[in-house]
């Protein structure tokens, strides 16, 4: 079992800057993978970014890329989302979410989530 808790989410103008945190209860997040997704009023969750715990290698959304950044902390069993040049449309509640082994873009396959943060981006 894996307890996942988000943190981070705010208020931010557009153009600006905020750092979400994912921490996992679990002792050892190797062999996991841990996946943010985001869900905005009126739609359907989706994909932004995931990250393989043990090897590193990572995933974007192409509306993300080169403005967010995934990234983990193995010593504290926390990841991170960085995101950089926000824009009104990423406006959503941002969900980690974690499955065993392999990255996954489709939030079925994941197993584990948090419980969500409100990012709001102003204009």
């Known amino acids: 079992q894996v307890q996942l808790v988000e943190s981070g989410g705010g208020l931010v103008q557009a153009g600006g800057s905020l750092r979400l945190s994912c921490a996992a209860s679990?002792?050892?997040?190797?062999?996991?993978?841990m996946g943010w997704f985001r869900q905005a009023p009126g739609k359907e969750r989706e994909f932004v970014a995931a990250?393989?715990?043990?090897?590193?290698?990572?995933h974007y959304a192409d509306s993300v890329k080169g403005r967010f950044t995934i990234s983990k902390d193995n010593a504290k069993n926390t990841g991170y989302l960085q995101m950089n040049n926000l824009k009104t449309e990423d406006t959503a509640v941002y969900y980690c979410?974690?499955?065993?082994?392999?990255?996954?873009?489709?939030?079925?396959?994941?197993?584990?989530w948090g419980q969500g943060t409100q990012v709001t981006v102003s204009s």
């Open positions: 979410a974690a499955r065993a082994l392999t990255i996954a873009t489709m939030a079925p396959q994941y197993d584990y």
């Open positions: 990250i393989n715990w043990s090897r590193g290698t990572t």
């Open positions: 679990r002792r050892t997040f190797s062999g996991y993978s």
